[in-house]
C-alpha cells in the first residue's frame, strides 16, 4: 500500500450541472515538497512514506483509487460585481473522506490544469502562492482559526508563465467542504430551483443537520461566519479577496491568494494588488461579510412559494440586521481576551478601542504589542508613552478584578504570526531549492503562543527594506 484514501464522494453523486468531471493536466516531473503526516491521519488515510508515489497521487499523475475528480460550478460577485459563471478555473475535487469520527472532509487539488470554467487562465500554480497556502492555512488551524488545510505540496516539474516563467507547483487543499455562497448563486441566477433546493438540502445534511429549511441554514451560515469574521480581527488577518464564491458555507477561511497580516496596525491596511479601492481592507471585513450573507439570502428566498416570499425577505432582512450587533459582540469577547478581560462588557469596548487608537498613531506592531502587554512590556512599543501611561493606568484598575489577565492574555496573544517577508523570503529561497526556510517556519507556526529557542528573529518586523507592500493572488 503506497497511498489509501477511503473515500466516500457524496458531491459527485449530486446532477451533472453542478460540475464538471474532469482530469488533471500531466506533471513532467512531479516531486513532493511537503505531506501533513498528521493530517493525513486524522482523516483516516493510510500511506506509506514513498514520496515518489506521494507526488504522483498529489500532482494528479496517478489518481488514487475511489478518487473521482471534477471541478465544481459557482458564481459570484468579485469586488462588487457579479459572475454568473466562475467555478473551479484551477481545482479538483478529488473527492471526500470520512474522519474517524465520521465528520466529512473535501480532498481537493489546486493548481491541477485547465477546467472547463478556466476561461482565459491556464489552471495551473506556481510554487510561491502553493507554499503561502500551505504555510498560511497550517498557522490559521494552529492558530485556532477555522480554515481550509494543507495536505501536501507537490513540484510539477513544468514552467508557468506569470511576471516570468516560474516553477509550477499542486497543492492539496482539504476542506469541510467547498461549498460557497456563489454556489447558491450559480443556481439562484439561472432560476433553477430544483437544483437550488437540491444544494440546499445537501448543504443542511451536510454541515448543519439541526437546520429545518432555508430559514435555518440562512441562520447557521450567518452563525459560523459571526465567529470567524472576528478571529481575523483579532489576528490583524486581512484576506484580501472576499469575494462571495470565497465565503463558505461551513464557515472556513478559504483562499489565501493574496491575504496577510498585519505588522504595523492601520485599520485601513490594504495588501492584496487587485482589491484598488480597498474594498476588503482591514477595517471592512466585518462589513463586507454581512454583505456577502445579503447575496446568500437573495439567493435563498427563490426557495420560498411566491404567496409567501414577502414574509420570507422579512425574515431574512431581520437575520441579516442583526448581523452587526452580532459581529460586534464577537469582536468584543475577542478583542477583550486579548486584553486580559475574560467577560468584556460593552463599557471595555471604549478602553479597547483607545487602545487600538494609540496603536494606529504611533504605528506599532499589532501582534506584538498585544502579546508585549501579557508580558508587561508594552510600553517599550510606543513612542507616545505618555498616551501609553494614562491608558495603562486605566487597564491595570480594569482588569485588577481578572483572576489572572496575564495568562489569559498569553494563551490568545501569539508570538508568531506568518509574517509577510518571512512567507517572501521562504518563496524566494524555496524557487531557488532550499526548502530550509518553508520548514523552519512550519516548525515554529506550529506552536504559535510559546516563545521557542532560536526564533526570536520570527517575531520581529520587517526592516525598511523587508516591508511587503502588496500581495498577490498567484493566477
Known sequence: MSLHIPFDNSYARLPDRFFARQGAAPATAPELLAFNTGLARELGIGFDEDPDALAAAFSGVALPDGA????????????????????????????EVLDPNGIRYDIQLKGSGRTPFSRNGDGKAWLGPVLREYVVSEAMHALGVPTTRALAAVSTGDSVMRQAMLPGAVLTRVARSHLRIGTFQYFAVRNDIDALRTLTDYAIQRHYPQAKGPA???????????????????????????????????????????????????????????????????????????????????????LAPEAEQDAVVEDY?????????????????????????????????????????????????????????????????????????????????????????????ASVNPVYIPRNHRIEQMIEAAVEGDLAPFKRLMKVLATPFTPQDGAEDLTLPPTRDEVVHRTFCGT
Open 216 to 302: 435555518c441554514l440562512l441562520q447557521s451560515v450567518i452563525d459560523a461566519q459571526v465567529k470567524l469574521i472576528p478571529q481575523w480581527m483579532a489576528l490583524g488577518f486581512i484576506h484580501g479577496v472576499m469575494n462571495t464564491d470565497n465565503s463558505t458555507i461551513s464557515g472556513e477561511t478559504i483562499d489565501y491568494g493574496p491575504c496577510a497580516f498585519m505588522d504595523d496596525y492601520h485599520p485601513h491596511k490594504v495588501f492584496s494588488s487587485i482589491d484598488q479601492q480597498g474594498r476588503y481592507a482591514f477595517s471592512n471585513q466585518m462589513h463586507i461579510v454581512i454583505w456577502n450573507l445579503a447575496q446568500l439570502a437573495s439567493a435563498l428566498v427563490a
Open 317 to 409: 432582512t431581520q437575520r441579516i440586521h442583526a448581523m452587526p450587533e452580532a459581529l460586534d459582540a464577537e469582536w468584543l469577547r475577542l478583542l477583550g481576551r486579548k486584553v486580559g478581560i475574560a467577560d468584556a462588557r460593552p463599557e471595555d469596548k471604549a478602553m479597547i478601542e483607545k487602545l487600538l487608537d494609540l496603536m494606529a498613531h504611533d504605528g506599532t506592531d499589532f501582534t506584538n504589542t498585544f502579546r508585549a502587554l501579557a508580558e508587561g512590556t508594552a510600553r517599550d512599543q510606543f513612542t507616545n508613552r505618555e498616551a501609553f501611561d494614562d491608558w495603562h493606568a486605566g487597564w491595570q484598575q480594569r482588569t485588577a478584578s481578572e483572576e489572572d489577565s496575564h495568562s489569559l492574555m
Open 68 to 95: 473521482e475528480p471534477l471541478a465544481q460550478a459557482y458564481a459570484g460577485h468579485q469586488f462588487g460585481g457579479f459572475s454568473q459563471q466562475l467555478g473551479d478555473g484551477r481545482a479538483l475535487l478529488l473527492g
